[in-house]
């Protein structure tokens, strides 16, 4: 079990479709994070959401949109994907992100969505 | 990029020691340095962090020398649920982004 809940944990969608990722925290946490993550290779950082505002958007094709409506909860809007854009997509939060320094609080993450296009 | 270095494989066996041990080369003096564990389709899970000299928590120590430049996770009689993959991070790069190295697979044989 995790504190950072992803939904749904399986989805299959066409090129066509639009769907969204859900993630939610309770924990307090301040920071959120999207992450890719391919097989055997390490997690990717899409998008950095800190006090609700985007921080930092890693290039991220704009088939791929982001929205934090509030503290607690951080979708991914996704359009129009590619069948390379199948991946897990791992949210995760923590309880600060400060850009002016090194310190960096701990990652929480959930389980991730497992997206397959077809 | 990656600004860590770690084997990319690791073996062992029911009840021993391991140790995993990564280049910080690059660190900046204010770098923490964190260390992951992700089994397969799950997200990866907070371990151990430390900034110099030794942490150890239930799960865990973390030896980092005084010139911090590498860092060493000791995993205790490891079992076969340790086998996964372990990333060692440390702070952010010039763009404020956490970067996962490579990674190390850890298989525990019974």
């Known amino acids: 079990d995790t504190e950072v809940t992803q939904t749904p944990k399986h989805l299959v969608m066409g090129m066509t479709n639009k769907k969204s990722l859900k993630c939610e925290q309770h924990m307090g946490h301040r920071a959120m994070y999207w992450y890719k993550q391919k097989a055997k290779k390490p997690p990717e950082l899409m998008f950095v959401y800190s006090y609700e505002k985007l921080s930092i958007n890693e290039s991220v094709p704009s088939r791929f949109s982001p929205e934090c409506p509030n503290s607690s909860l951080l979708n991914l809007h996704l359009h129009a994907l590619q069948p390379e854009d199948s991946a897990l997509y791992l949210c995760?939060?923590?309880?600060?992100?400060?850009?002016?320094?090194?310190?960096?609080?701990?990652?929480?993450f959930g389980n991730g969505t497992r997206l397959t296009v077809t | 990029l990656a600004k860590t270095t770690q084997p990319i494989s690791m073996d062992s066996y029911e009840g021993q020691e391991v140790n995993i041990t990564c280049s910080h080369n690059n660190i900046a003096t204010n770098d923490y340095i964190t260390w992951y564990q992700q089994f397969p389709s799950q997200g990866p899970r907070f371990i151990i962090q430390?900034?110099?000299t030794k942490v150890t928590n239930e799960v865990a120590s973390l030896f980092i020398p005084a010139d911090r430049k590498s860092s060493t996770l000791s995993l205790p009689r490891v079992s076969l649920s340790d086998t996964a993959v372990y990333y060692c991070l440390e702070g952010m790069d010039s763009s404020y982004k956490l970067i996962f190295g490579s990674g190390t697979r850890l298989l525990v044989r019974p």
């Open positions: 995760a939060s923590s309880q600060d992100f400060y850009q002016e320094s090194s310190y960096n609080s701990p990652l929480h």
């Open positions: 430390g900034y110099k």
